[in-house]
């Protein structure tokens, strides 16, 4: 699924562009989330992946796999608020963002094993231990970094406090 954004891509077509032109991509940094309500906290989680490699992919979760990750807590909108189509829109619109890719699994494994990064990035907040994703980077010799939060914010708590008003 692609739109008129071009930092936007569909699997397979980003598996095929990167692997015509490798040079341009790699080393690859791939990162993923939810990313319902950008905040300051993501932008500058972004930044610092960036910085790891030459190029940066964008996992998005799915607004079904979002529904599942992210049941819906007692006197709260069910999520995702964004549809994942915008939200992929606002993340490819990012200065440190090259492409982005929607992913359809709650976790971003098979999006991995079909890309390859060289670095998987994921918040400070995750242990390597039981990251989900870790096994299927390390099975292909990938790395693994974790990036320090410079600004805990949850977009969970940000609905609650709109809700509140």
Known sequence: MTTDIPEFYGLGELRSVIAQDPDRWRPLVFTNGCFDLLHCGHIRYLRAAKQLGKTLIVGINSDQ?????????????PRPIIPDV???EAIAALKPVDGVVIFPETTATA??????????VKGGDYDISTLPEAPAVLDYG??????QIEIPTSSSAIIRRILRQ
């Open 142 to 147: 990938g790395t693994i970094k974790l990036i």
């Open 86 to 88: 915008q939200r992929a």
């Open 65 to 77: 796999s979002v529904a599942t990750i992210k049941p819906q807590p007692e006197g709260l909108p």
């Open 111 to 120: 999006t991995i094993v079909a890309l390859q990064p060289d670095i998987y």
